[in-house]
């Protein structure tokens, strides 16, 4: 899996990760990182790469919502349980709702 614009330290400070826990679960969330970057592009309906030619780069709240979507499935690791009622957080929307294209 492969990150398009969060970045590994990134993701440690948002979970706040000391480097040994980082070094044992760093595959597992380049993979939570490049599904939350895909989620986020394909429910703006944009790519990437259409996302730099409009804003040079990616938006900080873009970042922001990537960097929320890791966290949750890092604390969520499995499917919604009684123990476990947790769903991504408004902010997430608040973030990511006005880059979104309308069709």
Known sequence: CRMKFLTIDQIQA????????????QTLLEMY??????AILNLCR???EEVLEEY????????????????HFYQNRSVVSPQNLS?????FDF????????T
Do not use: C, G
Request: hydrophobic residues 45%.
């Open 46 to 48: 944009t790519t990437y």
């Open 87 to 91: 769903i991504i957080p408004y902010s």
């Open 56 to 71: 040079t780069t990616v938006p900080k709240p873009i970042v922001n919502a990537a960097l929320l979507l890791v966290d």
């Open 95 to 102: 973030l990511v709702k006005p880059y979104m294209k309308l």
């Open 33 to 38: 990182a490049a599904s939350s970057e895909d």
């Open 14 to 25: 948002q979970l706040r990760l000391s480097d040994e826990q980082l070094a044992l679960e």
